[in-house]
């Protein structure tokens, strides 16, 4: 098995629409194709508050991707990285693809000097939880949001 971890692009766009259409479903949830269009072209964007997007491959074969983000905080100068998506398909779940992904992450963080980098997941995504919980930290902040 031979896996590479790459920046995102313009060729990449139905391999990473099926991979994030994986994703997404993972979390019940459907978007409609505006949303689709929008979050590729920011991945895409020069602009250094858009997202940036990351494709990872066994053997040439688009096997998941990562989304993340740099931002201010209010108690550093420097920027943050926030890892806004991770997926990997199940068919290489285990085998390295969530950790490489999130390694590569972190490389492009520590490049733009930015030290601290963040995720969110769900209680029960166990699985991935495994693999957080050897590569992070888990911090006692509870996630809330304004009612829809």
């Known amino acids: 098995m031979t896996l590479a971890v790459r920046t995102l692009a313009e060729a990449d766009e139905q391999s990473w629409r099926d991979l994030w259409r994986a994703y997404l479903a993972f979390y ?19 602009n250094p508050q858009d997202y940036n997007g990351l494709i990872a491959e066994v053997d040439g074969t688009p096997v998941g ?30 085998k390295g ?13 520590d490049a733009a000097g930015a030290r601290d980098v963040y995720w969110l997941t769900q209680h029960f995504n ?23």
Request: proline letters at 5%.
């Open 28 to 46: 019940d949830t459907t978007l409609p194709d505006t949303i689709y269009r929008t979050y590729f072209a920011r991945l895409l964007s020069d």
């Open 97 to 109: 693809i969530g950790r490489a992904l999130i390694e590569a992450v972190y490389a492009r963080a």
């Open 126 to 148: 166990k699985k991935a939880r495994r693999l957080y919980d050897r590569i992070g930290t888990l911090t006692p902040f509870i996630k809330y949001a304004r009612p829809a």
């Open 65 to 94: 991707l990562a989304h993340y983000l740099f931002h201010r905080h209010g108690w550093k100068v420097e920027n943050v990285c926030y890892l806004q998506d991770l997926y990997a398909t199940p068919d290489v779940r285990g």
